[in-house]
């Protein structure tokens, strides 16, 4: 599986951005996709993920009820809605695949995207 990420970019603190993360080859209804963002010399930390199956969603607590995790199963692609952007959320943002489920640490996905750049200015 090969995952392609995109959507991110510049934009003013409160403004919005839709993340996409295109996979090419078959996800199974057992695997889980998340999303990471990563900062220059820090740990990659979870952002959402959820179980492409059932649809269940699952967040980091510094962004709930702010971004939404969706996928489509017709267009092989995970999304992240992200609303209420701050200054802090500011980061590369990878997608990733953990064929064995649920995940919430980086080690145990197995594909990731090349990420995509989110600024937030104040």
């Known amino acids: 599986v090969q995952l392609q990420a995109s959507g991110g970019g510049l934009v003013q603190a409160g403004g919005s951005l839709r993340l996409f993360c295109a996979a090419s080859?078959?996800?199974?209804?057992?695997?889980?996709m998340g999303w990471f963002r990563q900062v220059s010399g820090k740990e990659r930390e979870f952002v959402a993920g959820?179980?492409?199956?059932?649809?269940?969603?699952y967040y980091a607590d510094f962004v709930k009820g702010r971004f939404t995790i969706s996928r489509s199963s017709a267009e092989n692609t995970v999304y992240l809605q992200m609303n209420s952007l701050k200054p802090e959320d500011t980061a590369v943002y990878f997608c990733g695949l953990a064929r064995r489920g649920y995940a919430r640490t980086p080690g145990e996905y197995d594909h990731w995207g090349q990420g995509t750049q989110v600024t937030v200015s104040s």
């Open positions: 959820i179980r492409w199956g059932v649809g269940n969603t």
């Open positions: 080859g078959r996800i199974f209804s057992s695997h889980f």
